[in-house]
């Protein structure tokens, strides 16, 4: 495969992540972008979504019932995944929130505290309203 044509495929890969909320996996971002790139391969898709992650241009969330998502939102913020339907959400908690928190962990170790990731695991608005039915 050319390098433009490559390149073509990352940009639709992002534009993509860009117009969405869902934080996709890599199957949802493939069938999508099928309609545009007959041609491509889920294989191919994998890969740019990696190689994105890599160069922190997106975020790879690895979750235990919704498989591997992706974000275009790479800005510190947390998120909640369904266990009922594997949905992934943006938790609406702010930076300042959170800080104190994350202070007394770097003052709780000697050593040094280079990154963290935290997911929160729950029931969805939509699967909560379900089982109370
Ligand atoms: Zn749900
Ligand atoms: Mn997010």
């Known amino acids: 495969m ?27 971002i493939y069938e999508n972008l099928r309609k545009t790139f007959p041609n491509i391969s889920l294989g191919t898709v994998y890969r740019n979504l990696n190689l994105l992650a890599e160069m922190h241009d997106i975020i790879k969330i690895t979750t235990e019932s919704g498989g591997v998502r992706f ?50 695991y729950g029931k969805c608005k939509t699967c909560s309203d379900k089982d109370h039915k």
């Open 2 to 28: 050319n390098a433009l044509k490559s390149s073509r495929q990352r940009t639709a890969i992002l534009e993509y992540l860009a117009n969405t909320k869902e934080h996709p996996t890599a199957d949802t």
């Open 71 to 120: 974000d275009y939102d790479t800005s510190p913020h947390y998120h909640v995944v369904c266990s009922s339907c594997g949905k992934v959400e943006d938790l609406k908690i702010s930076e300042k929130a959170i800080k104190p928190f994350l202070e007394k962990v770097n003052q709780s170790y000697d050593g040094t505290i280079e990154s963290h990731s935290i997911l929160f």
